[in-house]
């Protein structure tokens, strides 16, 4: 597709259960990232993928919370034994290149809204 | 700890009128810097951006001044139009070598507000 893309972009969960989140980077793209906004708040990070490694999880909340990506592609955001506190907008990213590495930009998606009831 | 803030939470201006979103960081490290624009319901637009050895940058209709000195960022809006109300967001990067962040920090936003 032309932008990132991420599914679903609505989901209802009951706490305790494990979420998956789904991100496709733009085509080429070698770096991905994931952010969390809470309502009414700025970005949090989460994690950062150049290719499949990803060398920056400094970000994850709490064990719960892990992500991988394959293929240098698609990357999955899961959160296991979902909390309330874990309702938010998880947002993912994608670079040509890691940020601040010659006037790249990071394109977002439009996000996954993540509600724990 | 080290962040990125935003001296005004909302902004409010007359269409034509010009806009300064104002943004403070605290990390001298830091050396790239972006506005974002986010609209409802939708993820952040990349709007412009600029690296430490600059001290302004100008896109379409909007101007970026970095100063070092005191660590201030500013996003200048020229004559605003109503599909400029948004949040708007700066960012911070921190290019510290191979194993370095390499992900953006982000503030908590400035909400403009265009009245027509």
């Known amino acids: 597709g032309a932008g990132v893309s991420q599914s679903p972009s609505n989901k209802v969960t009951e706490k305790g259960k494990d979420v998956e989140l789904r991100c496709d980077p733009i085509?080429?793209?070698?770096?991905l990232y994931w952010y969390r906004q809470s309502l009414g708040q700025g970005l949090e990070f989460l994690i950062y993928f150049q290719g499949n490694s990803a060398p920056d999880k400094s970000g994850l909340p709490s064990d719960r919370f892990s992500a991988e990506r394959t293929g240098g592609s698609v990357s999955t955001l899961t959160i296991q034994r979902t909390q309330q506190e874990d309702s938010a907008v998880y947002l993912c990213a994608s670079s040509l290149r890691f940020i601040g590495a010659s006037n790249t930009e990071a394109f977002f998606g439009q996000g996954t809204r993540l509600t724990v009831v | 700890g080290e962040s990125v803030g935003l001296h005004l939470p909302t902004l409010s201006v007359q269409e034509g009128d010009n806009s300064i979103i104002n943004c403070a960081y605290s990390?001298?490290?830091?050396?790239?810097f972006i506005w974002y624009k986010q609209e409802s319901g939708k993820g952040p637009q990349f709007i412009i951006d600029i690296r430490s050895n600059m001290d302004k940058r100008q896109g379409q209709r909007v101007t970026v001044l970095l100063n070092k000195t005191v660590k201030h960022l500013s996003l200048q809006i020229a004559a605003t139009q109503p599909g400029d109300s948004a949040v708007y967001f700066c960012a911070e990067n921190i290019s510290a070598g191979d194993t370095g962040r390499r992900a953006l920090t982000f503030g908590s936003g400035t909400r403009l507000q265009v009245q027509p």
């Open positions: 990390n001298s490290a830091s050396d790239y």
């Open positions: 085509s080429g793209h070698t770096a």
